[in-house]
């Protein structure tokens, strides 16, 4: 039988996958900022998702997953644009601006663009908790970037850097939405291959198209940000969504997405600790409320039946 078929699991390797997801995940924006201190974004994350895409998709189909078809391919492009393109894309041009810290909470406040995705799409009409858990999460996120004078807190935030982490949000929300229905391989691993294959690819052209390739100069490129890169490739890409996409099998849906909270607190803490992020008033505060906020949504929007998104359908970095 497939491993990640498997659905007999002790408590002990489930919590151990999701400290792992806590960590990876949580870390891999600090990761992104080291990483683009001395490396063109977009050729950087496009090298990342390609390598990483690479190894998945064909360690798939050495194990057996059967031949994606072209309506796959499809699917899977269209998740890598929305997701790897804009979503992760905006990150990592937007980590040239704003900390490691602040980018994982504006990411993390995805959840709060697919409630009001689906009510606008007439899917489901939110509870009045969920609806409650919106409206204060936009709130965390105004007291997060809105103007220092206005909102009575010093620690400004660059206003452009915010918008493109706030787009990239909406664009995450937007791509996994559209994975619960997409035709994709039965094999979430190969899917996610296929997926970071379109993205890596969708990003390089971005990066070739931006003149990113007169700027790559490899003997400017400092150790924190290979290290970055590398750890991006192994720990962000690779043994994250292992062991996020087996979690998908053996626990709770309740469970395993509770990184979508616990992630931005990681990445705050991390960031601070590492690389002496400031962790001033506003951030605290922010980070309570958007955390707080998706922690709500979370346990008080159902879940419907769909299908077993991809692990990268899901994944903020």
Do not use: C
Not at 67 to 85: E, M, T
């Amino acid at each position: 039988m497939n491993s990640f078929e498997n659905r007999s699991a002790s408590a002990t390797a489930i919590w151990v996958a999701m400290i792992s997801v806590y960590i990876t995940w949580g870390s891999t924006y600090l990761a992104i900022r080291f990483a683009v201190q001395t490396m063109p974004p977009f050729l950087m994350a496009g090298f990342r998702f390609l390598l990483a895409g690479f190894i998945l998709y064909f360690w798939r189909r050495m194990q057996g997953d059967e031949r994606p078809r072209l309506v796959h391919w499809r699917s899977a492009a269209i998740i890598g644009l929305f997701l790897l393109l804009g979503g992760n894309g905006g990150v990592v041009w937007a980590e040239q601006r704003v900390v490691s810290g602040v980018a994982a909470l504006l990411v993390g406040a995805t959840p709060l663009w697919m409630v009001l995705i689906d009510w606008v799409r007439g899917i489901y009409r939110p509870a009045f908790p969920t609806l409650a858990g919106v409206l204060v999460g936009f709130v965390g996120i105004a007291l997060l970037i809105g103007p220092a004078e206005i909102i009575g807190l010093h620690g400004a935030i660059d206003p452009l850097g915010a918008a493109v982490l706030v787009l990239a949000s909406f664009l995450w929300a937007a791509g996994s939405l559209y994975s619960r229905n997409a035709s994709l391989p039965s094999s979430p691993l190969l899917a996610t291959g296929m997926e970071m294959l379109t993205g890596g690819l969708a990003l390089t052209v971005l990066g070739t198209l931006s003149g990113e390739w007169a700027r790559l100069n490899l003997a400017a490129i400092t150790w924190p940000s290979w290290l970055g890169l590398g750890y991006l490739v192994v720990f962000g890409s690779l043994v994250g969504f292992t062991a996020y996409t087996w979690l998908l099998r053996v626990a709770p849906t309740t469970l395993v997405s509770t990184y979508a909270y616990v992630n931005p607190v990681v990445a705050v803490v991390i960031g601070n600790l590492l690389a002496d992020e400031p962790l001033t008033l506003r951030v605290g505060l922010s980070t309570a409320i958007i955390v707080g906020a998706v922690a709500l949504i979370t346990f008080t929007r159902p879940l419907g039946k769909r299908k077993t998104p991809s692990a990268s359908s899901l994944e903020r970095s």
